[in-house]
């Protein structure tokens, strides 16, 4: 039992050895498609906020950039890590197109996953994004959209400081890995 490195990536890793074997081509396949999926995350969300040029542009910059390509050879976490961040952002800007309760807690959801691929989400989605959701209403007209959002990601999130309670008898909220460093 470890709280050296958040929970998602080795689960993500452990169910694909179990499905395909626990080869170094399928951690290869998985890096590979975790890399292609946030290539393709930030075309998206690069075309919908600054047009397809510059979408595309971003979209080579990322997939041609040398940290990418070597962490997507490797089995190492920072895949995932990057896939999860263009997740979370992309779930915000859906839930703040939608307006709903649902849409908002669908993006709890996405933050919490995030937040258990590395800590360095963890302060982004539990403080930062509740308070900007709170600071974009004026008047404060929906209290229910940062609550939806709220319970959701604790709910999630919970689930790894839990299993490190029982495990270590003692509140490890996330990664002792220092994760700060990369969050500065």
């Given amino acids: 039992p470890s709280a050296l490195r958040e929970p998602l990536y080795p689960i993500l890793l452990g169910a694909a050895f179990k499905a395909f074997g626990a080869t170094y081509g399928t951690a290869l396949a998985l890096n590979a498609l975790l890399s292609i999926a946030a290539v393709w995350l930030l075309f998206l969300i690069g075309r919908r906020l600054l047009g397809a040029g510059t979408a595309w542009i971003a979209a080579a910059m990322a997939a041609a950039y040398p940290p990418f390509i070597y962490y997507s050879a490797q089995p190492m ?78 709910l999630l999130y919970c689930l790894w400081p839990l299993r490190n309670y029982a495990v270590f008898g003692r509140l490890v909220l996330g990664s002792t890995a220092g994760a700060g460093s990369t969050f500065y």
Avoid: D, S
């Fill in 77 to 154: 976490r920072e895949t995932v890590v990057a896939l999860m961040g263009l997740c979370a952002v992309g779930a915000l800007l859906w839930a703040l197109e939608k307006r709903t309760p649902a849409a908002l807690a669908a993006a709890g959801g996405v933050n919490a996953m995030a937040a258990l691929a590395n800590t360095t989400f963890l302060p982004f989605g539990a403080v930062l994004v509740p308070l900007g959701l709170v600071l974009r209403e004026r008047p404060p007209r929906r209290p229910a959209l940062p609550g939806a959002y709220l319970a959701v990601f604790g």
